[in-house]
């Protein structure tokens, strides 16, 4: 009762023109809650702007589960006043009695609060209806290992209004997502739930011992029978989940690793593939060479990248660098698969150095090696096919003997005959035609004299037959 009478006192003063009241004030829905429970702080200014509280402060002792923003205008005895309202969700860290200190918003500050923390067992409503599993995959691990964390909701009755609180472990934990979520069809104790699983890729960057702060669920449960009820006003059951408490044991590297690339994994392998056969490899054929490294315990970006050298005889293209990460076994297995073209510049027996990925062994805490053996090739010179070269040279002018051919495979069959001499053909067409061309010169010269003996004639007749005529 205390508490409605301050908060309407404060509705009340705040809507007062007074200059000396802040530009922001802030309070909390509850002044006592227990370990399992979350408070909502509320935080109200006069200002329209997207400023944006300043919440760090608030990290050391609580979660922040939601922040959400809402603008409102009121209207008092023909005074409109514009608010802008900041409600933050916060998860309590720890029991006891928790200083909100003041908060930067903007050039204002808000005013310190005081919470109550009461440390009291978890008391959920999950027996039958609804309950949240979290899993862990080891107890410990080394620095850099990852480590599956698992979280599953079980509700057998639909869930409304769900507020949730995703798990946390402080600043040097980090939370990847390794997949979507997935919603599957489960029977336990005689009753079907829905689960929603979910699973993150934990990696821890210093040693020492991890609390998890578990995950919540705020929501309401609906009767599946009284759906139409509570959608027309009824007054739904409110529900609070929470997960298990977990712990794990970060060890640091050990003492006598040596190597620069640090690599805790349950299992290391190193395969490789070739795009055909080197049996038969010649100078300046490209092969293709791809070298695939899995890590189970690792992600793909913690795995070092593979190179193969160019050497005097074998020149070395690198291509892409396809990487991956998958649950086998609610393992997380780390993949890179490494592509590269080589090419020989040189016939001879030529060795192909080893590849080496030191790991440690999580499991019997000891430096293992992954390897891929040395390899001796034999290159052979490059193919020079004269066939083909004499094949190609006559590709635009085909044999004779090759048209044959062709043409008795499309036509009937006919007696054999002589093959035909294409020179000795032309030989005697050109000294015929020659001949041919001599002979009209002869003739050519013979009528042209003939006619000049004849014209000569013609013309000694003229005159005589003149002379005569004369008296």
């Known amino acids: 009762m205390n508490i409605m009478k301050i908060r309407i006192l404060f509705i009340v003063l705040a809507w007062l023109p007074l200059g000396a009241f802040a530009a922001v004030t802030a309070m909390l829905d509850q002044d006592q809650i227990h370990t399992n429970e979350s408070v909502s702080l509320i935080l109200t200014t006069d200002d329209t702007s997207d400023i944006a509280p300043d919440l760090s402060e608030l990290k050391a002792d609580f979660v922040v589960a939601s922040t959400s923003k809402s603008l409102s205008v009121v209207s008092v005895n023909g005074n409109v006043k514009h608010e802008t309202h900041w409600v933050i969700g916060l998860n309590p860290k720890h029991a006891g009695t928790i200083r909100i200190p003041a908060l930067a918003f903007g050039n204002d500050k808000t005013q310190p609060l005081e919470l109550k923390v009461v440390d009291t067992p978890v008391t959920q409503q999950q027996t039958s209806d609804a309950f949240i599993e979290t899993t862990l995959d080891k107890n410990e691990a080394y620095v850099q290992q990852q480590v599956v964390y ?221 390897e891929l053996p040395a390899k001796t090739v034999t290159i052979l010179p490059p ?35 002589p093959p035909v001499n294409d020179s000795g053909v032309m030989t005697w067409l050109a000294l015929f035609f020659a001949l041919l061309w001599l002979c009209s010169i002869v003739v050519i010269v013979i009528l042209w004299r003939n006619a000049q003996v004849n014209k000569v004639s013609f013309s000694g007749a003229s005159k005589l037959t003149a002379k005569s005529n004369q008296p």
């Open 383 to 417: 193919i020079v096919n004269s066939a083909t070269s004499t094949v190609s040279t006559q590709t635009d002018s085909p044999s004779l003997a090759a048209q044959q051919e062709l043409n008795s495979k499309s036509q009937p069959s006919l007696p054999s005959q």
């Open 150 to 370: 698992t979280l599953q909701v079980w509700t057998s009755r639909p869930l409304v209004n769900v507020r949730f609180v995703p798990p946390s472990a402080g600043d040097s934990v980090t939370f990847t997502p390794i997949d979507m979520e997935t919603h599957t069809m489960r029977t336990r104790g005689g009753q079907q739930y829905d689960v929603l699983e979910k699973h993150f890729r934990l990696s821890f960057q210093k040693p020492g011992t991890v609390n998890f702060t578990p995950p919540e669920l705020h929501a309401y449960t609906v009767d599946n029978t009284s759906a139409t009820i509570f959608l027309n006003g009824a007054n739904p059951q409110p529900i609070h989940l929470r997960g298990k408490p977990l712990s794990l044991t970060v060890k640091p590297k050990p003492s006598t690793w040596k190597d620069s690339w640090w690599l805790p994994a349950t299992r290391v392998s190193l395969k490789e593939s070739w795009g055909q056969k080197i049996s038969q490899w010649h100078v300046g054929e490209p092969i293709t060479r791809t070298i695939t490294l899995q890590a189970w315990g690792l992600s793909a970006d913690q795995l070092p990248e593979i190179k193969m050298e160019s050497t005097a005889s074998i020149n070395s293209y690198e291509d892409k660098i396809e990487s991956s990460n998958a649950l086998s076994k609610n393992t997380l297995l780390g993949t890179r698969q490494f592509k590269m073209a080589l090419v020989p510049t040189q016939a001879g027996q030529w060795q192909m150095p080893a590849i080496k990925v030191t790991w440690w062994n999580v499991n019997n805490h000891r430096a293992e090696v992954a």
